[in-house]
């Protein structure tokens, strides 16, 4: 009984904790964004203070645009990082291991301003770039840059216990029956890794959508020109548009959520289990799934 209670009572605590700071908080936003209707919530996100829709449809765009870049270039960079990690024993791995980690340690505005030092028109390379005709700060490119760098580690960070678990044998294997390095990527480690790679690519996708601190460092802000979706939303809500802001939060977090959900539902084979639940599965499990896949 005691036992029992002890369960029940730590699972009480735990959805608890996560309501009061997720479901309630969350639930707030799709209310309030829908309080007054979907048409009037619309109004005043899209055509704040009677001004036209250009504004939220450019940082729309924007935000779009800025994750079909730093989301690929991140999940590339995530996988040569694990691999080199898990794969390969040179000097200075253990810094490699700690950067990746860095862009969690130091806050966004820090980033946003180490960018500028860097890249300003005062900054190391920014006044060559701009006699070459190259603008990063104030623009998509100083934008699409602060976006990755605040999102770097989550694909390395899903996908190194990944190849950490289900070890070597595999790629040997495929070695001595005469595959090539690509021909063991593609037919060997991707498909043992793919779940742990779509876990990293969900969170990495959710970071860059929502990044704000960097961003308001080295965008501008620039209704029009440089606002994200983000920025958009939060100047809505400093011209006291609070009504605009909290559609605008919903659609954030709808965007995130339909990514979850594409990912959730995606399957590589008829009757296979959810990204999650394969990102958890043991060494035998992910052999035993990489070799169905990869076989005739």
Do not use: C
Not at 98 to 110: K, M, R, T
Not at 125 to 139: P, T
Not at 142 to 167: C, D
Request: aromatic residues 10%; glycine residues 10%.
């Amino acid at each position: 009984m005691k036992r029992r209670l002890g369960r029940y009572g730590l699972r009480t605590a735990v959805l608890g904790y996560l309501a009061l700071l997720v479901v309630v908080p969350v639930g707030a936003i799709a209310y309030r964004a829908f309080a007054s209707g979907f048409v009037t919530a619309w109004r005043n996100l899209a055509n704040p203070d009677g001004a036209s829709t250009s504004g939220f449809v450019h940082a729309l765009v924007l935000t779009l645009i800025v994750a079909l870049i730093a989301v690929p270039l991140n999940a590339v960079f995530g996988v040569i990082a694990a691999l080199m990690l898990a794969r390969r024993r040179f000097p200075g791995a253990a810094l490699l291991d700690a950067a990746i980690d860095l862009p969690v340690a130091v806050s966004p505005v820090v980033v946003g301003i180490a960018l500028v030092l860097v890249y300003g028109h005062a900054g190391w390379f920014g006044g060559w770039l701009a006699r070459q005709g190259i603008q990063v700060i104030f623009s998509i490119p100083g934008i699409v840059m602060a976006s990755a760098f605040v999102s770097i580690p989550y694909v390395t960070r899903a996908v190194l216990p990944v190849l950490q678990e289900i070890g070597t044998e595999q790629e040997q294997a495929a070695a001595t029956l005469g595959a090539g390095p690509w021909q063991i990527f593609w037919r060997v480690t991707l498909p043992s890794i793919r779940w742990g790679l779509a876990y990293g690519v969900t969170l990495t996708t959710a970071r860059v959508l929502g990044e704000y601190g960097a961003l308001s460092i080295v965008a501008g802000s620039v209704v029009g020109h440089t606002q994200t979706l983000t920025l958009y939303v939060g100047y809505l809500f400093d011209e006291s548009d609070t009504a605009g802001a909290d559609f605008g939060a919903f659609i954030l977090a709808a965007i995130t959520l339909a990514v979850l959900a594409l990912l959730s539902i995606s399957k590589a084979e008829k009757g296979s289990p959810s990204w999650r639940s394969r990102f958890g599965m043991s060494r035998s499990d992910l052999e035993t799934s990489s070799l169905s896949t990869t076989s005739p």
